[in-house]
């Protein structure tokens, strides 16, 4: 039976990139580590705000080609309640 993987740390900030490997800070420490041993970060959107379009700055028919909506008529009602 395997053990546990050991908890995830990091993200580590980049000090230098090559192409087969990366000099990271770790602690104060830099080690260089191959590209094959490394994760993609990915952060959550520091701005959740997105703008979304102004009421009258699309039609009805404009927003039915927007969302693809050809045969659902539940959504098409509520589009037509959106008049």
């Known amino acids: 039976m395997k ?3 050991l908890p995830y ?5 980049v000090i ?3 192409a087969k490997y990366f000099d990271i800070s770790i602690k ?9 041993r490394l994760k993609p970060c990915f ?4 701005d959740p705000y ?6 009258n700055s699309i039609n009805h028919h404009q927003l039915c080609q927007l969302l693809h909506i050809t ?3 539940t959504l098409l009602s ?3 309640n959106f008049e």
């Open 9 to 13: 740390e990091g993200p580590y900030p």
């Open 43 to 46: 952060f959550a959107d520091p």
């Open 71 to 73: 045969h659902n008529r």
């Open 28 to 36: 104060g420490v830099s080690p260089t580590i191959s590209i094959y």
């Open 78 to 80: 509520n589009l037509q």
């Open 50 to 55: 997105k703008p979304t379009l102004d009421d």
């Open 16 to 18: 230098k990139r090559y």
């Open 3 to 5: 053990t546990p993987w």
